[in-house]
């Protein structure tokens, strides 16, 4: 269905391919993952596939894309488009009606299908992905993962033979993220749709793959089984990583396959911590770290009370009351629209508040909101969920002298955070044409040049590999452990793990579990992270703490 012949894609102005020599063959009804590292050229893959890459991007394509026997050099992507659906990864960029009921039946409409059609597929689409309750709400007043589902869903409408998704399930919750990913693999099985999926939480998607194609970092290409290509893939999701330290072959993919295997390691982890077969063991040297609580001199940097926020008749937050402690890293977690985002907005100040109270105890009890920018900037500093909102300059040295004058910080002060987040970043690139890791670490460096109390951000994850994450991480528990406190809302639990000491859960804009990170990961059958699935009842939320267990 889908065959690469020698392919190589060079942008302009770079010297070196995005895409090297890809050569492989993706059957009919197969879903094929691409993984690969930040940057390494995964969309540029996915572009190429439905034609946009040259016609729409440009550069310099060598080598045959051949999609159901088109080639694309003779196809621009219009005349792909009974064959091959598109979801991007920003959605929101891709919508042209208002209503999520419009949205699912505008590509219908182009294609001309009758009105009687349209109608039936609007309905099984919208049952499918669970977007009934949705249909008549506005796209710009729905959250994230409801702009990603209803995204989905209007590529479905079209039945496509070809699915092409980058990164479809980076803004959902995992119940969301289960249910898209479990139709997918549906419509593969039971109608023979082949699904090209670019991901970077492996943990959600790789035991659904029939097929997975690693972009290294020099943009070539290896296709093969997904058990054999992840064994040695310096990107693996945690469960491959749990299976090379236990000396697993083939390695593990799903989380029952991996219990099967999982007895010996659990029992030698159980007589490690001393307690028996049911005991818990306790977190490791090495394992996140959580600053000293300072509570008894003023620890609490930003306090709510009887906060609520509404959008029209939507409640978006509820009554909620919460401390922000220094030394603290809190993940604020729940479901697709259940007030995260309105919460973290609403705290710092730029956000929309229908009632209640936020104030900064070590500001003389100021509200955020009543601030100058400039003022609020050095107490609650804000990541939004799309960095590149704040990013308005034309080159990367410019972004970081100006975040070093708006923060009134020596001058180099951004740029050698910059480089302590992600490495060398090229002082003239601009920073659109930067990764979706290198543009998060330059917001964030211009936000912590301020040296804020409180370092909020929405979630930060997308687009970030593990190694990226792992990186985020350790920047974020260090903010914490210098005194500050970090806030952060996020639906990948892999991440809030490994970097949050406090885990705060949201229900229809309410707070209904607040306690540390073990506590409320391991007693929960949706945001548990693969390792506390796969060794419970063992209390332990990640691979670096099994390793430094089984050192100790």
Known sequence: MIRFDRVSVTYAGDAVPALREATFHVPEGELCLVVGPTGSGKSTLLRAACGLVPHFSGGLLEGRVLVDGRDTRDHAPRDLADVVGVVVQDPATGFVTDTVEEELAYVMEQLGLSSAVMRKRVEEVMDLLGLAALRDRPLADLSGGEQQRVAIGSVLTSHPRVLVLDEPTSALDPSAAEDVLAALSRLVSDLGMTVLLAEHRLERVVQYADRVLLVGPDGTVVSGPPAQVLATSQVAPPIVELGRLAGWDPVALSVRDARRKVVPLRERLAEVAGRGAHGAVPAPTGSAPTAPHLAASGGTLLTARGLHVRYGRTRAVRGVDLD?????????????????????????????????????????????????????????????????????????????????????????????????????????????????????????????????????????????????????????????????????????????????????????????????????????????????????????????????????
Not at 430 to 454: M, Y
Not at 499 to 519: C, H, I, M, N, P
Not at 526 to 540: D, M, N, R
Request: aromatic share 2%; net charge negative.
């Open 324 to 552: 922000v402690r220094a030394g603290e890293v809190t993940a604020v977690m729940g479901r697709n629209g259940a007030g995260k985002s309105s919460l973290l907005w609403a705290l710092q100040g730029s956000g929309p508040r229908t009632a209640g109270r936020v104030a900064l105890p070590l500001a003389d009890g100021a509200d955020p909101a009543a601030l100058r920018p400039s003022a609020v900037r050095r107490h609650v500093a804000l990541v939004p969920q799309n960095p590149a909102d704040l990013l308005y300059l034309e080159s990367v040295a410019a972004e970081c002298s100006a975040g070093d004058q708006q923060a009134g910080a020596a001058p180099g002060t951004t740029r050698g955070l910059l480089e302590g987040l992600t490495g060398d970043v090229a002082p003239a690139a601009h920073p659109r044409d930067l990764s979706e890791g290198q543009r998060l670490a330059l917001v964030l460096a211009i936000q912590l040049a301020a040296r804020p109390a409180v370092l909020v951000l929405d979630e930060p994850t997308r687009g970030l590999d593990y190694a990226a994450k792992a990186h985020l991480a350790h920047a974020l528990r260090a903010h914490a452990a210098a005194g500050g406190a970090v806030l952060l809302s996020s639906h990948d639990v892999e991440f809030v793990a490994e970097s949050a000491s406090r885990v705060v859960v949201l229900a229809e804009g309410e707070v209904v579990a607040d306690g540390t990170a073990a506590e409320i990961l391991v007693a929960s059958p949706t945001f548990a992270p693969q390792v506390a699935k796969i060794l419970h009842p063992l209390e332990i939320l990640t691979v670096a703490e099994v390793r430094a267990a089984l050192t100790a």
